[in-house]
């Protein structure tokens, strides 16, 4: 029997939380205040292989705080800090050091390596970067007001421009546009001829203002507008790119006006997570003291694989403010609502709910007795003794509940480690820009150590051969993989050695990637030294 009173599974283990001690290394760095012209040939007091006390750095805190990304402090310890307003760190950052987070699913040696480990996943980023483009997305020559409110640059996102009155009573369009007062990108939902006469009923929206959800397509703003040349009424929300609903996602065109199936049938885990995310929901509003009002395939989201939304929840508060029903009847409505959109879906027909006991019997031959109960739960008429409610159902899925949360656990592990794998992304950025501040500066011409025949020239000949490669006929190279095998090197300061040669071919330097970082360390503190004394 289906229900919130089922019995748990035998040979669960009891949670026992305990604590435990462990022991993980730090390397605790220090630095000593030195001359700032010995910094090209003293060692790195940095260097990410010598662990040394931080005693020093700690009864220095009344100092001026370092830059940590400085791979040589000693000739900024006594001027002010280049970055302004970071947090205290206890050791530099060794920001060239990836550490191999987990989790880890590969079964590999510690020097073996995948082709994704390397890169941010194709298709995140390619997710990613259609949804920036939707989001940018302009109507050049459009008819559409240039201002509604705040609110400009709007783009139609209807997929048919037909007008249809049968959900709202209304005639209803969805655009997207930018608001000038926060530069954020909103979807704007329009009721064409929509009048107002009560000023209560457009209050009504400040309550789904606070109700906060990830299920709930958040309600920002309500108003009234004759931009369009007529009355309507505009309601704010969320904008999600490249969002479709369940009925374009499951439905299609043809099932959706012809009232038979279409395509094969949803699988199990999939109707459990729209069921958990809907609950969640439902449960979120109910507990706000309001009410859905609108669960239909039309008017839910999807935003990602799996992850859906209830959309234009609070517009029936508005349109229909002066409702006999009571808030009980219109949560007991939404729980019926569910029940339909469930079945609609688990049959791939959006007419079923016209003829439920064939629809659930077409449900039991292809899912489980669970789900069909749950759905048959939904659908039955609530005891006038004891309403039926949320937390009722939330206590009947609560196995579900748990795997739908251990697979959002999962999703939010594989985030972090592309996360992780971006987190110093910028550091070849902030190596290039190092170089060119440093080479061809004009005002130290007359600089020996700036000039052709000074310390600074290996930095030149470095520049050169990293960027200005040519083959054997003297065509340019372009081989982005060169020249970020060269920053990443320089970034380590490994102690590899290669040839520099000059543009004349007439001298050639052997130096070591480790000398040449401290000479770009030593070179950029000289110009923050040149720079401060203006």
Same mark, same amino acid.
């Given at each position: 029997?289906?229900?919130?009173?089922?019995?748990?599974?035998?040979?669960?283990?009891?949670?026992?939380?305990?604590?435990?001690?462990?022991?993980?290394?730090?390397?605790?760095?220090?630095?000593?205040?030195?001359?700032?012209?010995?910094?090209?040939?003293?060692?790195?007091?940095?260097?990410?292989?010598?662990?040394?006390?931080?005693?020093?750095?700690?009864?220095?805190?009344?100092?001026?705080?370092?830059?940590?990304?400085?791979?040589?402090?000693?000739?900024?310890?006594?001027?002010?800090?280049?970055?302004?307003?970071?947090?205290?760190?206890?050791?530099?950052?060794?920001?060239?050091?990836?550490?191999?987070?987990?989790?880890?699913?590969?079964?590999?040696?510690?020097?073996?390596?995948?082709?994704?480990?390397?890169?941010?996943?194709?298709?995140?980023?390619?997710?990613?970067?259609?949804?920036?483009?939707?989001?940018?997305?302009?109507?050049?020559?459009?008819?559409?007001?240039?201002?509604?409110?705040?609110?400009?640059?709007?783009?139609?996102?209807?997929?048919?421009?037909?007008?249809?009155?049968?959900?709202?009573?209304?005639?209803?369009?969805?655009?997207?546009?930018?608001?000038?007062?926060?530069?954020?990108?909103?979807?704007?939902?329009?009721?064409?001829?929509?009048?107002?006469?009560?000023?209560?009923?457009?209050?009504?929206?400040?309550?789904?203002?606070?109700?906060?959800?990830?299920?709930?397509?958040?309600?920002?703003?309500?108003?009234?507008?004759?931009?369009?040349?007529?009355?309507?009424?505009?309601?704010?929300?969320?904008?999600?790119?490249?969002?479709?609903?369940?009925?374009?996602?499951?439905?299609?065109?043809?099932?959706?006006?012809?009232?038979?199936?279409?395509?094969?049938?949803?699988?199990?885990?999939?109707?459990?997570?729209?069921?958990?995310?809907?609950?969640?929901?439902?449960?979120?509003?109910?507990?706000?003291?309001?009410?859905?009002?609108?669960?239909?395939?039309?008017?839910?989201?999807?935003?990602?694989?799996?992850?859906?939304?209830?959309?234009?929840?609070?517009? %029936?508060?508005?349109?229909?403010?002066?409702?006999?029903?009571?808030?009980?009847?219109?949560?007991?409505?939404?729980?019926?609502?569910?029940?339909?959109?469930?079945?609609?879906?688990?049959?791939?027909?959006?007419?079923?709910?016209?003829?439920?006991?064939?629809?659930?019997?077409?449900?039991?031959?292809?899912?489980?007795?669970?789900?069909?109960?749950?759905?048959?739960?939904?659908?039955?008429?609530?005891?006038?003794?004891?309403?039926?409610?949320?937390?009722?159902?939330?206590?009947?899925?609560?196995?579900?509940?748990?795997?739908?949360?251990?697979?959002?656990?999962?999703?939010?592990?594989?985030?972090?480690?592309?996360?992780?794998?971006?987190?110093?992304?910028?550091?070849?950025?902030?190596?290039?820009?190092?170089?060119?501040?440093?080479?061809?500066?004009?005002? %130290?011409?007359?600089?020996?150590?700036?000039?052709?025949?000074?310390?600074?020239?290996?930095?030149?000949? %470095?520049?050169?051969?990293?960027?200005?490669?040519?083959?054997?006929?003297?065509?340019?190279?372009?081989?982005?993989?060169?020249?970020?095998?060269?920053?990443?090197?320089?970034?380590?300061?490994?102690?590899?050695?290669?040839?520099?040669?000059?543009?004349?071919?007439?001298?050639?330097?052997?130096?070591?990637?480790?000398?040449?970082?401290?000479?770009?360390?030593?070179?950029?503190?000289?110009?923050?030294?040149?720079?401060?004394?203006?």
């Amino acid at each position: 029997m289906w229900g919130p009173y089922a019995s748990a599974p035998r040979g669960m283990a009891a949670f026992n939380n305990f604590s435990r001690n462990e022991n993980n290394p730090v390397w605790m760095l220090t630095w000593t205040q030195g001359d700032a012209n010995n910094v090209a040939t003293s060692p790195n007091p940095y260097d990410p292989f010598t662990p040394t006390s931080l005693a020093a750095a700690v009864a220095s805190n009344h100092q001026n705080q370092l830059n940590p990304y400085v791979q040589d402090a000693t000739a900024m310890a006594g001027m002010g800090s280049y970055y302004q307003g970071q947090g205290n760190f206890t050791q530099p950052l060794q920001y060239h050091l990836y550490a191999p987070l987990g989790p880890h699913r590969e079964n590999l040696l510690a020097y073996q390596r995948t082709a994704h480990d390397f890169f941010f996943s194709d298709a995140l980023r390619e997710e990613l970067q259609r949804k920036s483009e939707a989001s940018l997305q302009v109507l050049p020559n459009s008819s559409l007001p240039a201002h509604i409110d705040h609110f400009h640059s709007l783009v139609p996102l209807d997929t048919t421009n037909q007008k249809n009155a049968t959900i709202f009573g209304y005639p209803s369009w969805v655009y997207k546009a930018v608001s000038s007062k926060d530069g954020h990108i909103y979807a704007l939902r329009r009721l064409e001829g929509y009048r107002l006469t009560n000023e209560k009923a457009i209050r009504s929206v400040q309550s789904w203002k606070r109700v906060s959800n990830s299920s709930v397509v958040t309600i920002h703003d309500a108003f009234t507008t004759r931009a369009f040349g007529d009355s309507s009424l505009v309601f704010v929300m969320d904008y999600h790119p490249l969002s479709k609903t369940l009925a374009d996602n499951h439905f299609g065109t043809a099932g959706r006006f012809q009232g038979r199936p279409s395509g094969p049938h949803v699988p199990e885990p999939v109707l459990w997570s729209y069921i958990v995310q809907i609950s969640s929901a439902l449960k979120t509003i109910h507990s706000s003291g309001l009410s859905a009002r609108l669960i239909e395939p039309t008017k839910v989201l999807l935003t990602n694989k799996n992850r859906i939304r209830l959309n234009s929840c609070a517009i %029936f508060d508005v349109v229909q403010h002066d409702s006999p029903l009571s808030m009980v009847e219109l949560q007991q409505d939404d729980l019926v609502q569910f029940g339909r959109l469930i079945l609609s879906i688990a049959t791939n027909n959006p007419a079923a709910i016209h003829n439920i006991p064939k629809a659930i019997e077409h449900v039991g031959r292809l899912y489980t007795t669970e789900l069909k109960d749950c759905i048959l739960w939904l659908l039955s008429p609530s005891n006038p003794q004891s309403a039926k409610g949320i937390d009722q159902f939330l206590g009947g899925i609560a196995g579900h509940l748990a795997a739908n949360f251990d697979y959002t656990l999962h999703y939010d592990d594989q985030l972090h480690t592309e996360l992780n794998r971006e987190l110093e992304n910028s550091r070849i950025l902030r190596l290039m820009t190092k170089l060119n501040f440093i080479n061809e500066r004009p005002e %130290f011409a007359q600089n020996e150590q700036w000039s052709e025949t000074g310390e600074r020239y290996f930095l030149k000949l %470095f520049r050169d051969y990293v960027f200005h490669q040519v083959d054997a006929q003297g065509n340019p190279v372009i081989d982005l993989a060169h020249v970020l095998t060269c920053l990443a090197k320089l970034d380590a300061g490994v102690d590899e050695k290669i040839s520099l040669v000059s543009r004349d071919e007439q001298n050639c330097l052997v130096v070591s990637y480790k000398e040449l970082k401290r000479g770009v360390d030593a070179a950029f503190q000289d110009l923050l030294k040149a720079s401060r004394r203006t």
